[in-house]
């Protein structure tokens, strides 16, 4: 699974990065602990007058259909293997997809005196995992909410982890933000299987500070949480 990624940039170069023109993320800091329902930054698409518009949004962390019940689950993950026939994400997948972008992500490996987390990340300019986003109105407030889908793991976690985010090559980031609704469900999935193959080569993984461990206490604006140790 992923349960914890980092994005360390700001609004105006996720806007250049993802050529998004509408901005509903200004108050976005970077931040090197998204945590599981804390809100962060996906890119989506939508129809406007007739014409497509790519936005930056924040969105909360965990999906959250409009049908759910309140207190029901809110899935931080969703598993490539059944994410297009899930109740819980078919229609998402068939009409709101998103990207939620990242620099690498954590996981843990269990040692003899504890879990050591290991940063798992891409070069350049950062990641994009596939997602799929809902939203849902509350007290007369629309909320939008979002999942990242996984897959097994074929990157530098496999000898962490078992599972994976889905990234996404930016030459397919177009194919998956078009907001129309799929109708063959198996072109995308093999679409998130190819690309996420490719991205899994240039993935690398190295160890960090327990710091990273408890959430309650850390500085998520930190840049040190990501810096390399030796042990």
Request: proline share 6%; charged share 25%; hydrophobic share 40%.
């Amino acid at each position: 699974m992923c349960g914890r990624y980092v994005v360390p940039n700001t609004t105006d170069e996720l806007l250049s990065l993802f050529d998004a023109t509408g901005n509903n993320a200004a108050d976005w800091q970077p931040s090197y602990s998204v945590a599981p329902t804390d809100q962060a930054p996906i890119v989506r698409e939508w129809i406007h007058d007739e014409t497509v518009q790519r936005d930056l949004d924040l969105a909360s962390w965990g999906l959250k259909p409009g049908w759910a019940k309140p207190g029901g689950p809110a899935p931080i993950n969703a598993r490539l293997e059944s994410v297009a026939s899930n109740g819980m994400f078919r229609s998402a997948f068939a009409s709101q997809r998103c990207l939620v972008p990242m620099a690498g992500y954590y996981e843990w490996q269990q040692m003899d005196d504890g879990k050591q987390p290991y940063f798992i990340h891409g070069d350049g300019d950062g990641l994009a995992a596939a997602g799929l986003y809902a939203a849902r109105q509350e007290d007369d407030v629309w909320k939008v909410t979002f999942t990242i889908i996984t897959r097994a793991a074929r990157d530098a976690s496999g000898e962490i982890h078992d599972r994976m985010p889905v990234f996404l090559t930016s030459d397919v980031w177009d194919q998956w933000l078009r907001p129309e609704k799929i109708s063959d469900k198996e072109l995308p999935l093999s679409m998130l299987d190819r690309s996420s193959v490719s991205v899994a080569k240039t993935v690398t993984a190295y160890p960090v500070a327990r710091t990273v461990n408890t959430v309650r206490t850390l500085d998520s604006e930190d840049r040190r949480l990501i810096e390399p140790i030796s042990f």
